[in-house]
């Protein structure tokens, strides 16, 4: 089979759809205020592939190399995150190190370790993703290299389409995926931020509102994408229900603004629990 996994293929085909509008847009629209119209009317979806980018960059969607870097390039453009970028700022860095705050390429924390602003954080998350994911490739130097050598043909495709059409380009292209990547870092800060960090089952924040999880692809079940986070995200319900129990009442959240209009607040009322266990450490397989 082309796809690993069968839950992919309604997703995808929705994106290449939605890229597919974009590119209608560059091409055919020559409104400043039109193509920026779009671009607004565009975040919202956009926001469920900013979601699967990082599941792919977890576990692949194709069997076939050349068409996961393919699909990578679409979701830069749609994004803001290149080949990569996730899997070695996030997967191979945050993953490993969301429990020292010191360390953490996600980190929450000033250095005093009092809890960053909203804003200051997606600031700096976005402002330093690639910086840190490029750091966290010393240890790893082929993902790196695959890293450095699909950002160089990101660069091209973008220079090409701000050459072809300078204003589209930039909307689209440029701003567009620049807000996206900080509109991921400021999704990102509710995932962890004051949650204790002593161990696994206290670090992070879930939401089980139905819509927030369809649209993103169960990453609310955030507990359980860390506990194993080489599990596909279709699997992800299962396995946070073998450990819900194990997981505090106060981790358990509504979701922020947009979601919150699309579901009932009151999902964030937990399953009774016993008590966690202490000692549990996080996962580090990777898909």
Request: aromatic fraction near 14%; hydrophobic fraction near 45%.
């Amino acid at each position: 089979m082309f796809f690993r996994h069968r839950a992919d293929r309604p997703y995808v085909a929705l994106f290449i759809v939605l890229f597919a509008v974009d590119l209608t847009v560059y091409a055919l629209v020559d409104s400043p205020w039109l193509v920026l119209a779009y671009l607004v009317a565009s975040i919202f979806p956009k926001a469920a592939v900013c979601a699967f980018n990082h599941h792919h960059q977890h576990v692949t969607t194709f069997h076939r190399a050349w068409a996961n870097r393919l699909l990578e390039v679409m979701y830069f453009f749609q994004t803001g995150v290149s080949t990569n970028a996730w899997r070695l700022h996030h997967s191979l860095g945050h993953h490993l190190n969301y429990l020292d705050q010191t360390r953490d390429e996600s980190r929450w924390a000033r250095a005093d370790g009092s809890r960053m602003g909203e804003m200051e954080y997606a600031f700096i998350t976005a402002a330093t993703a690639y910086p840190r994911a490029w750091k966290v490739g010393e240890k790893f130097p082929e993902d790196r290299r695959v890293f450095a050598a699909m950002g160089l043909v990101t660069a091209i495709v973008t220079a090409l389409f701000v050459y072809a059409r300078p204003m589209q380009g930039l909307l689209l292209f440029v701003a567009g995926p620049l807000f996206l990547l900080w509109g991921t870092a400021w999704a990102t800060y509710a995932h962890h931020s004051d949650r204790s960090t002593e161990h696994h089952f206290l670090a992070s924040n879930n939401v089980r509102q139905r819509f927030y999880n369809v649209l993103t692809g169960n990453l609310g079940l955030h507990t359980a994408h860390h506990y194993k986070p080489g599990v596909h995200w279709s699997n992800l319900p299962e396995l946070h229900a073998s450990i819900e129990s194990q997981i505090p009442p106060e981790a358990f959240v509504a979701p922020g603004w947009p979601w919150r209009w699309f579901g009932d607040p009151k999902l964030a009322t937990p399953a009774p629990r016993s008590e966690p266990v202490a000692t549990q450490q996080p996962a580090t397989e990777l898909g």
